[in-house]
């Protein structure tokens, strides 16, 4: 009843009209879906500074009253290019794909590496970006130090599917608030990032207690993701920081 | 002319009301013919992505239901299944970018679940058992009715988790802070899955009790 020739004509135009439909669906909600990522970054800058009441619906003017300087820095700690101009998001450094340059890194390419600098309240705070592997998939951050570059101001997770509960307790505030005040260089000013300890910080000796935060229990793969995270990105950091402390 | 008006079935009769309340409670997809109970367990952790997610299943349910419906009759019987898969395929990508463009924090926490409803059994069960041999309405009505079903043990599962676990519902705080002072904890086992699925028995337990028809005889 149904000839080959048919069914493949069928197949056909069945999928030309599904794909049609589908780029025109993806077309016309791009622009929605890139302001969502833009606003989804915006606050997770945003709340590593700890500015306090940031949601989707204001995230654009408060990134724009927060954010003084966006700069892009090469490995070796000099600025590329400096950002200073309003709106805030058409910043070269907020452009760049912290993600692409990492891998760039990886494979022993040239990178840039944006950075963020915020005055809050005469305060002024440094944004750096992170992004790493979790347990099932790639998880992502910022961290604020102070104006000494040592001091951590606060400290902003996100991921993709760490498990609910376990893993995605990264996000939750009772695991970020550990790392305020914690300091990534020690009293010689040899860089000790800050360490992710499984079995809490108790374990370390009394000195270098304020390098360190308890890791999550039940989560011992995902805190080691958060751990390695934070050294790797600092350590590509380390010379703009050295720089400018 | 005027007997081909009465034939004529009106939208709303009782055997299409049917279609859409069975599924509800004696045919419920999730409690009584024990589908999609893997993205059930995930999503309902909290309200709001189960509301959702209740939403987005049951749109594609009758959509794809209907557009099946409609194509029944030229559908190449050996690549029918192919057929639907492109059909309910394509209309979850559709949802899932209409969720990253207007609800993006609920598109984040229910991630690669979107996605997964292209593998919802209820979905094509559907397709298969009704809408390739019915009508486009009732078939439309049949996907609804499913959906439905399926969302409403997702919130009433997402209730009890959501009140015990976090003690909020709709990420409005419930329980009074007096009863934390007083030394009241949040259960963090119901966030976790398991305790979703132990939810799902209990469900099917109580529906059980009040529909005896459902007991299987011995």
């Known amino acids: 009843m149904y000839t080959n020739g048919y069914i493949f004509r069928y197949a056909a135009i069945l999928v030309i009209l599904a794909a049609a439909f589908l780029s025109l669906a993806s077309v016309l909600l791009k622009p929605f879906q890139e302001r969502n990522k833009a ?31 966006e700069l892009v820095i090469n490995p070796k700690g000099d600025v590329v290019s400096n950002y200073t101009k309003s709106p805030k998001d ?38 750096i970006p992170m992004r790493g592997t979790g347990l099932w998939g790639p998880i992502w951050g910022n961290m604020a130090l102070s104006s000494d570059l040592n001091t ?94 | 002319m005027s007997t081909e008006k009465m034939e004529k079935e009106p939208l709303f009769s009782a055997k299409n009301i049917k279609l859409l309340t069975g599924p509800v409670n004696l045919n419920n997809p999730i409690t009584v013919q024990v589908l999609g109970i893997c993205s059930a367990l995930a999503v309902t952790a909290k309200m709001k992505p189960a509301f959702v997610m209740f939403l987005a299943v049951t749109v594609v349910t009758g959509f794809s239901n209907l557009v099946i419906s409609l194509l029944r009759n030229g559908i190449p019987p050996r690549i029918r299944i192919i057929v639907q898969l492109v059909v309910v395929a394509t209309l979850v990508i559709l949802v899932d970018q209409i969720l990253k463009a207007f609800v993006y924090d609920v598109s ?40 439905l079903g399926y969302g409403l043990i997702l919130l009433v599962v997402a209730f009890f988790r959501e ?56």
């Open chain 1, 39 to 69: 606003i989804d970054k915006m606050e997770g800058i945003l709340s590593a500074a700890r500015v306090e009441g940031v949601n989707a619906t204001n995230a654009i003017p408060y990134f724009n009253k927060y954010i003084v300087e």
């Open chain 1, 152 to 245: 951590v101001i606060g400290v902003y997770f996100g991921d993709q599917s760490e498990t609910p509960g376990l893993g995605g307790e990264i996000k939750s505030a009772k695991f970020k608030d550990q790392f305020i005040g914690k300091e990534i260089f020690d009293k010689n000013g040899d860089f000790t990032s800050i360490e992710v300890v499984k079995g809490g910080v108790k374990k370390l000796p009394t000195g270098q207690r304020i390098h360190g935060v308890d890791a999550l229990s039940g989560a011992t793969l995902t805190s080691n993701g958060v751990n390695d995270m934070i050294k790797d990105v600092l350590d590509s950091y380390l010379a703009y920081i050295k720089k400018n402390r």
């Open chain 2, 108 to 147: 984040k926490q229910l991630s690669v679940f979107v996605g997964l409803i292209i593998t919802n059994c209820i979905i094509m069960g559907r397709l298969e058992a009704f809408a390739m041999g019915n009508k486009p309405w009732p078939a439309f009505l049949d996907g609804v009715g499913n959906g």
């Open chain 2, 163 to 218: 009140l015990f676990g976090s003690g909020t519902i709709f990420g409005f705080e419930i329980i009074p802070h007096s009863l934390y002072q007083a030394g009241y904890e949040n259960n963090g086992m119901m966030i976790l899955p398991p305790m979703a699925l132990i939810t799902v028995g209990v469900i099917i337990w109580v529906q059980r009790y009040y529909n005896r028809s459902l007991i299987e005889e011995k």
């Open chain 1, 90 to 127: 058409e910043a070269p450094a907020f452009k760049l794909d912290l993600k692409m340059e990492l891998y760039k890194k990886a494979h022993n390419k040239p990178y840039v590496l944006p950075l963020y600098i915020a005055d809050k309240d005469g305060q002024k705070i440094y944004i």
